[in-house]
């Protein structure tokens, strides 16, 4: 093993547990990381690199470490340690193999769906929603931190230890692309924290979403030496958005960029327009740029109207309210949009259109006005769409939930539907889950 550590070197956390080095696991900007044996089973230990390892960054672990986080988005800092010669590091949980780099996915090395995507968005936002709620702002949000499942679109939030409390100035500013304008410019009293957060998250769901940087135009092409001035000038100075309606000089270049005109092009409009407004206003206003909670609702409202060409079977997203069918972007032939599921939640009662496709669900947060947090897995279901076992193209709605529903058919007639039972799926049906209820509609 190569590293500042040796294999069997034995430390003592802080807590008093055994720490014993295994092997080494990879290596960073800031220090190594290594599989550690411990009571408690394999874990990670975080090591600096001695130029690292400076007075300010050790306090910033410690109160990380007692400050806590039972979140199981976030790889926390969970106990100090540290060594004779001055060195330290922290131990976290190892990452799932089912986790895999943002780099991976941008490179076009991991087969993932548009569901997939969104949800990883999804789930991105609420993560740092959670952390900035708790008064933490996380100062390098990147494409570096972030790790996500391409089956599911679940994330884990890595290097964790530069996050402070909000209004400390201590440490990192950032990643420079990733980077708020104000920062990149170094203006005057102006630091990391809950604001500029905002800007590098929004740059990161355009990643997500478009594989395209949304300040990398034009004007990119035409820097010869892309030095630490030339960056300066494009995500500080002078930073304009690749598709903004005003000025169109820093907009892709059809040969150079193909796939962020591709991308932006089916984009819903709802999600564009937020995009614009954060990279257009946003850039000059910080008060002004796109909360956690806006991301939040409309990534999911995009999310639960993807739809499946019929044709050549692409997934597709669509504008959630509209019910004018656009053309896939695959094949191009005109999308049949499916009959939707209308939710209305329990005061303050909102609306949560679900389009109707063959593998979908609904889940407890959809009967929820403000849920704490979306979860599209299995532990959360409540109703699954499942096609008849004699009658294809046939479709009912299967209770997954532990209590019984009251089914109303247009006629007027009602029926009980007990946890295990299906309702057939007709338009016009409304459904009483309880607290929510929810009715069929053809489109």
């Known amino acids: 093993m190569s590293g500042m550590l040796d294999s069997g070197t034995r430390l003592t956390a802080d807590s008093g547990m055994s720490v014993e080095v295994c092997d080494l696991l990879g290596a960073g900007g800031q220090g190594e990381v290594y599989r550690v044996r ?94 900035h709620s708790r008064g933490i702002a996380y100062r390098d949000i990147s494409w570096g931190n972030i790790f996500f499942d391409p089956a599911t679109g679940e994330v884990l939030v890595c290097d964790n230890d530069n996050a402070v409390v909000e209004g400390d100035s201590t440490g990192i500013s950032g990643t420079m692309e990733f980077m708020a304008p104000e920062l990149v410019r170094g203006e005057p009293g102006v630091s990391p924290g809950t604001q500029s957060d905002l800007h590098s998250l929004s740059v990161l769901l355009f990643m ?99 739809v499946d060409c019929a044709h050549c079977g692409k997934q597709n997203m669509t504008e959630p309210l509209s019910t004018t069918p656009v053309a896939c972007w695959s094949c191009r032939s005109t999308l049949v949009l499916p009959p939707r599921l209308v939710l209305t939640t329990p005061p303050p009662h909102t609306e949560h259109h679900i389009l109707l496709h063959r593998t979908s669900r609904v889940q407890a947060h959809h009967l929820a006005p403000e849920p704490a947090r979306h979860d599209y897995g299995d532990a959360t279901l409540v109703a699954l769409l499942t096609e008849h076992p004699q009658r294809p193209g046939k479709f009912g709605l299967a209770n997954r939930s532990g209590s019984s529903w009251t089914g109303t058919r247009a006629d007027g007639s009602t029926q009980e539907i007990a946890p295990g039972q299906t309702v057939p799926l007709r338009s016009g049906l409304e459904l009483d889950f309880g607290d929510a209820r929810a009715v069929v509609r053809a489109k």
């Open 38 to 131: 411990t009571p408690a089973g394999d874990q990670a230990l975080k090591w600096y690199y001695p130029i690292c390892a400076t007075p300010a960054q050790e306090d910033i672990v410690r109160q990380l470490v007692d400050r806590g986080l039972d979140d199981d988005r976030f790889l926390w800092p969970r106990d100090f340690v540290s060594d004779h010669r001055g060195g330290f590091g922290y131990v976290m949980d190892i990452r799932p193999d089912r986790f895999k780099g943002l780099p991976m996915l941008f490179r076009r090395q991991l087969q993932t769906s548009i569901r997939a995507l969104l949800k990883a968005c999804l789930y991105t936002v609420e993560a740092y929603q959670a952390l």
């Open 208 to 306: 997500l979403l478009m594989n395209h940087h949304p300040l990398k135009g034009k004007r990119e092409l035409e820097i010869r030496c892309l030095d630490e001035a030339a960056e300066r000038k494009l995500y500080g100075k002078q930073p304009l958005f690749v598709f903004d309606p005003l000025d169109r000089s820093n907009a892709p270049d059809p040969v150079e960029h193909p796939t962020v005109l591709a991308t932006w092009a089916v984009a819903p409009p709802s999600l564009r327009e937020l995009f614009i407004k954060n990279f257009t206003t946003g850039l000059h206003d910080p008060a002004a740029r796109v909360r956690e909670s806006q991301w939040r609702d409309t990534l999911r409202a995009v999310l639960d109207a993807v």
